[in-house]
């Protein structure tokens, strides 16, 4: 199995080791990763500048590249730098946080697994879910669960423009409950938007806000996550309202 592993922490990334670590026992891997954090860039593409590509120092012994873009470039890059006849799959992550609900559509870790479906290839986006500032990411249950699920993982039947995005608990491995096939859930913001002033008193404003989350969302990818259990999602790359568009096709 030709396996392209990247991420949107950058090529030093804790998450990205553990990930590597992992993808090399079950197939040939090479990495590509942005050379500087990158998240919540969403399904971004540089168009307008040239991608820098510097070959790095091996992720667990593995060929490693830099790319001065985003996760987006880094999948293209790594399609024609390390795989010119193409691969049989896109890992991402391990991502230091979650991408449950609507943080897919900013994520970086989910576009690039996004990335690998528009090109016809298998694609799958973990994370971590962890909710404390300051509690640790349990990366080693991510990568533990990963092995132990690689063969059902991989061989998940899906259309070809479908891919996967799994949120692992940040719990010790022995506490994970399992894991379930689950949709998306409701993740948003509140004071999304802070006014600030510098020191000389001009305004500027800080985005990002307090994550307002209700875990009773039964089926959904948050409420999985909230009790124990890894959560894996498939999403399609057609956002097509279907419902909708046939309630108003006759009109």
Not at 147 to 171: D, G, Y
Request: proline share 6%; net charge negative.
């Amino acid at each position: 199995m030709k396996i392209l592993v990247t991420n949107d922490d950058g090529i030093h990334a804790e998450g990205l080791r553990h990930l590597v670590g992992v993808a090399m026992q079950f197939g040939e891997v090479k990495v590509v990763a942005p050379d500087a954090q990158k998240s919540a860039c969403g399904h971004g593409m540089t168009m307008r500048n040239p991608l820098r590509v510097h070959e790095a120092p091996p992720c667990c012994g593995m060929e490693s590249y830099t790319v001065d873009g985003l996760p987006v470039d880094c999948v293209n890059v790594g399609l024609t730098v390390c795989w010119p006849d193409g691969c049989d799959l896109v890992l991402s992550g391990i991502n230091d946080g979650p991408n449950l609900g609507f943080d897919v559509t900013y994520s970086g870790t989910v576009a690039a697994a996004m990335e690998a479906a528009i090109n016809g290839i298998r694609g799958v986006a973990i994370s971590m879910a962890v909710f404390a500032d300051g509690a640790p990411f349990h990366f080693e249950t991510g990568a533990e669960w990963l092995a132990e699920n690689w063969s059902m993982l991989t061989s998940l039947e899906s259309p070809p423009t479908t891919f996967w995005n799994v949120n692992v608990p940040a719990i010790s491995y022995d506490h994970v409950e399992g894991h379930r096939f689950v949709r998306m859930g409701d993740r948003v913001y509140e004071d999304r938007v802070v006014r600030r002033e510098d020191p000389w008193g001009r305004p500027y404003y800080w985005q990002g806000g307090v994550v307002v989350m209700n875990p009773d969302q039964p089926g959904t990818d948050v409420e999985a996550v909230n009790r124990g259990f890894v959560a894996i999602t498939p999403i399609g790359v057609d956002w097509t309202d279907v419902e909708t568009l046939r309630a108003h096709q006759s009109l």
